[in-house]
């Protein structure tokens, strides 16, 4: 298969198959961000946030930063879900100490603007770094390309920022469901375009984040969330067979169990206040899990984020199982933290 590269078989990708592993994959969410260091000086050097997303030569820096430290066994990407908007031609920015800001699009007649055939063609720079890191990265490190799933990406480009509540988008949908189906189709369509671009140029795995999947009632998350993140899967599958796709619908609780059977997804990543219980019996029949250490247990550290850490091993540890957090660090996040955590997942059998 085109996506696979290395005589023997990476731990993370044959976790994801449901095959036997020597020891628990591992790698966090925003492992590359504030909490380090030279991603400070390297985020300084390259201007904004986006120009860093932009630049392969300064994103392919920072996604190895973390992989030099603590030698996770996948490198993911650096980027960002809110290229796509930006590559449809949405005016995107991130201001500092507010996250981002778009130009609202509040009218479906907005979408007429939007331009799905040039998302390829602008998120070039992209798909440069994910070639530099085929280059790069360590044999054994896995390298996992990402998309925002259409609903969480649509909260931000219907509501202009980070919402707690997504009210624009869902009153959108409510209110219009025929035309913000057209707004998901849009989404679908160039995520789609985006992760195949991404596979070709060398990503092994696609992580699919559906951040703001939980405040959607069942018949939406059934409508939102759950069929087109099927449709993208279904589309990567018929390009790549067997392409190893995780979702991370984010909130979800109970209904992550429709969720894995109708997307088919290889991988399911488990948010914080999932019950490794729960899914070691309801999901891990059905996909691989990931997850779910508290970020803020990673902040604490000591005995309280081992005897945690210890809980989802021995709940979820024999598999198919890749140890990560619940959300991503924070970046509060003691670096020496994150040492710890890695030797203590290393360690515990
Ligand atoms: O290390 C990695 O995980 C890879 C890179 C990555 C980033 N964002 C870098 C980033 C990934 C996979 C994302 C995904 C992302 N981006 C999501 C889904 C996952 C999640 O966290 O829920 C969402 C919702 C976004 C949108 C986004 N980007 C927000 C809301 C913010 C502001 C909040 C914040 O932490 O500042 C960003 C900015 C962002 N994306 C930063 C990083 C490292 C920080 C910006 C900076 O350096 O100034």
Redo the contacts with the bound molecule.
Sequence with gaps: MSHETGAKTKQLIRALRGESVERTPIW???????YLPE??KT?AEAGS?LE??YNPELAEE??LQ?IRRYGFDAA???????VVPDALGQVVS?K?GE??VLDPITRVEQLDDLDLGSVVERLQPVYETVRRLKGSLPAETTLIG?A?APW?VAT?MVGGR?STDQAAAKLWAYRAPESFQKLIDLLTEATILHLIAQVEAGAEVV?I?D??AGSLPEAQFRAWSIAPTRKIVHALRAKFPGLPVIG?P?GSGALAVDYARATEISGIGLDTGMSPAWARDHLQPLACLQGNLDPLLLVAGGETMRTAAAHILKTLGRGPFIFNLG?????QTPPDHVAELVEFVRATK
């Design positions: 966090l969410m925003r492992q590359a961000g504030r991603y400070k985020r946030f860093l997303c920072v996604t973390p993911i990407l650096f980027s960002d879900i809110l991130f500092e996250g981002p990402f925002g969480t931000y980070t992580q984040f951040t703001w991370f984010r959300h991503g660090i924070v970046p």
